[in-house]
Structure formats: C-alpha cells, structure tokens
C-alpha cells in the first residue's frame, strides 16, 4: 500500500536517484502522477507499505518498509521505470556517483572529475553541503544525505 513517507520506520530502506537537472515547473505534476502511479503498481506487486518524496524538485526516494521482501525483480521494476522517465524527460537519473551538491541556494550535478577540479581550485570546500545518494534507509536520508563534504565519505577527495 502507498503511505506518506513520514509514516514509513526509520529502518525503512530508500532508494534515492538524482538528477542531472532540475525539473521543469511544468514536468513537476506530470512526473509525480507517474511516480504514483507506478509506487502504487509496485506496492501492490511487493505486498507491503511503499511511498515516495521528491525532494528539490531533482531527487526522487523511494522508500519500503525494511520487513518487506524485495526481489531482484522489484528492482528491475523499479530501474525500469527509471529508464522511462530519464528517457522521457532526457535526463540522467540513474549516475549515483556524480556528485550532488549546494552553491549557494542552487543544486550542482558534476561528474567526480569536475569535483575534483573544484575542490583543487577551492570552489566547494570541506563545509560545502554534498548529498550522499547512497543512503540506505529513511534515518540517515534524514540525518545523513545533506552533510558537509568533511562528514561525508566524498571527504577522501580533500
């Protein structure tokens, strides 16, 4: 069943996937209509609570119930619905190691290489926000995906 993603635990697992731009005001109703759409699908085929968030208008989470069975198959559903928006919508949402991150009050999507360059020329620093993608439950998207590159793992690139 579809709930509200405050109402999944803290162990919930999340799968987060960003994207390479933000989405357009107008791509806005018309992608979380299909989110729901398919989250609602997939809830049915998994049997157990499912939800989902958009969050900066660029990173879409989905989240289920850490009891909930998930097959490799659930996956596929899900990398496959994935595979439609980002061709739909021309656009990257399945690159977990890009990195994300705040300039000021926008989002930045650059490949390891440009960060790096970044970094070096002193254009981010250790205090700028990163988003770790790679979060694995709703708890530490919550307190553990927007931190500063020094308490990330993207701190190793300093």
Known sequence: MVVDFQQLSDDAK???YPCSRKFYPQELA???EKITSFT???SESIEGDVSFQLL???FIVFGVEEDVKITNKHLDEQVAFILKLQLEYE???LDKMNVCFKQGE???YKDVKEFKKLLKNKSVNEKTIVFD???QTKY???HFWEVPIIESWYNRFL
Request: proline letters at 4%; glycine letters at 0%; a negative charge.
């Open 40 to 42: 609602t699908s997939w």
């Open 91 to 93: 656009v990257e949402l």
């Open 30 to 32: 018309p992608i979380k």
């Open 140 to 142: 530490d998207l919550e």
């Open 106 to 108: 926008f989002i930045q």
């Open 56 to 58: 900066h208008e660029r």
């Open 14 to 16: 999340v799968w987060i």
């Open 133 to 135: 993608n790679l979060v």
